[in-house]
């Protein structure tokens, strides 16, 4: 009776050992598993601000870039105007600067404030001589008066010179009083032969 007693009772601890073996060998195995869960789910997060960080500079740097375009695209499409409260005589013989100011005639080489009085500005044009060299003059300082702030003016002396030579071929002036003709519409291009002073054309320009 004792011997058998024995043996339950070494079965029984044999048992309980098992138990506590798998119960341990468990315990384990799922703190491996949270442990790995855990560093899997920190790591996907970093990975995430990570991105959203490198995301970030580049979506800045995008929308800067986009604003400089649309920035740059405005101040092209914007009209050159002159500014003619600083063609004083103080500032005579300095050149003025003309971006975005095209012609149609020839192209701008310089402006220059003239130093005969205040407001007086000397316009260089580059240009081939053609056989309506003068009256193409004319309407590109129409122009000039009409949509580029020249009206402000009090006096304008145009030149023209043949790019290839450097001579000059065409030039003129006009008076406050004709700039305000032809702001006022009374006078155009078509008339202002007989009214610019010191018309001069060179000889081996037809007309």
């Given at each position: 009776m004792k011997g058998i007693l024995k043996f339950c009772g070494i079965c029984l601890l044999i048992f309980l050992a098992m138990c506590a073996y798998s119960i341990i060998k468990y315990?384990?195995?799922y703190r491996n598993k949270a442990a790995a869960?855990?560093?899997?789910?920190?790591?996907?997060?970093?990975?995430?601000e990570s991105v959203s960080s490198s995301a970030a500079p580049a979506s800045s740097e995008?929308?800067?870039s986009i604003a400089a375009s649309l920035s740059a695209a405005v101040s092209e499409a914007e009209p050159f105007m002159l500014d003619a409260s600083a063609l004083t005589t103080s500032r005579t013989g300095r050149k003025v600067e003309t971006p975005g100011l095209s012609l149609s005639y020839g192209e701008i080489?310089?402006?220059t404030v003239g130093?005969?009085?205040?407001?007086?500005?000397?316009v260089k044009v580059q240009a081939f001589p053609v056989s309506n060299s003068e009256s193409r003059a004319f309407e590109s300082v129409q122009d000039l008066v009409l949509n580029h702030g020249f009206d402000a003016c009090k006096?304008?002396?145009?030149?023209?010179?043949?790019?290839?030579s450097g001579n000059k071929f065409l030039s003129f002036s006009l008076d406050s009083a004709l700039?305000?003709?032809?702001?006022?519409?009374?006078i155009g291009a078509e008339e202002m032969a007989g009214e610019v002073s010191g018309l001069w054309v060179d000889s081996s320009v037809v007309q």
């Open positions: 315990s384990g195995k869960s855990s560093v899997s789910v920190v790591s996907s997060v970093a990975t995430s995008s929308s800067e080489e310089s402006l130093g005969a009085c205040d407001g007086q500005i000397v006096a304008i002396d145009y030149w023209a010179v043949n790019p290839a700039i305000s003709k032809i702001a006022s519409g009374s």
